[in-house]
């Protein structure tokens, strides 16, 4: 098992660029989340799915798009890139069954910087 | 919403010292609870979790953590460290049917050889 996958690593932007922050899983997991990672702040959701077709808003989801249409894949898009998003993201993914949703798995991270 | 505190920003430690990191959350049902951490370069990995049972959870790396829900802590121990525990710790907190965690500030541990 590769676990929770992500590309790029590391990605510089201009401002008004636009950009797809690829995550694959492949430990058959229904849940998957976007976060970023800023210093001193912890993690932030951005955006969640329980399943393909089924995607939700997080805390910070202002500037950012996301669509889940396998339940391996869950793309985060960045229209308009905008300094503020310079951040870490991290991709992750759980299983939720009958009872209580299980550990996180997270990938390795994208760091990406928006000038 | 509930919301996660963790009491250290940066603790600064000598090996063989002895490691407890403050965590609190503030919701009143009950919950799920994870320490999470993240070696320098690296991405998250789980230390611990606890969901319910004996309060005094043991996990990797000879490290533990002792759920009070009387005082909504759940504070991570370790009897003597190393330098390889050198990293950012996360405490997380979901509550039970919610499948979304909230995560503290996270605390960074330097460990001097």
């Known amino acids: 098992n590769a676990g929770v996958t992500q590309t790029p690593k590391f990605r510089i932007l201009k401002i008004g660029q636009s950009m797809t922050l690829q995550c694959t899983q492949d430990?058959?997991?229904?849940?998957m989340y976007w976060y970023r990672q800023d210093p001193g702040m912890g993690l932030k959701l951005i955006y969640y799915?329980?399943?393909?077709?089924?995607?939700d808003k997080g805390e910070v989801p202002n500037g950012y798009n996301v669509s889940r249409s396998t339940t391996e894949d869950f793309p985060l898009r960045l229209e308009l890139a905008a300094p503020s998003q310079t951040s870490v993201y991290f991709c992750?993914?759980?299983?939720f069954g009958t009872g209580e949703i299980d550990e996180q798995f997270f990938g390795p991270g994208t760091r990406l910087t928006v000038l | 919403a509930q919301s996660v505190s963790q009491h250290n920003h940066h603790v600064i430690l000598s090996e063989a010292a002895s490691l407890e990191l403050g965590c609190n959350y503030s919701y009143g049902g009950t919950v799920n609870l994870f320490w999470y951490v993240q070696y320098p370069g690296q991405h998250l990995q789980l230390l611990l979790k606890y969901f319910s049972g004996d309060p005094l959870v043991k996990g990797i790396k000879g490290f533990e953590a002792e759920f009070i829900k009387s005082k909504f802590s759940f504070n991570l121990r370790k009897p003597s460290v190393q330098w390889s525990d050198t990293a950012e710790y996360f405490c997380a907190v979901i509550p039970i049917n919610d499948y979304k965690l909230s995560f503290g500030a996270g605390t960074t541990v330097t460990v001097r050889a």
């Open positions: 799915s329980v399943g393909a077709g089924i995607t």
């Open positions: 430990m058959n997991h229904n849940y």
């Open positions: 992750a993914s759980s299983f």
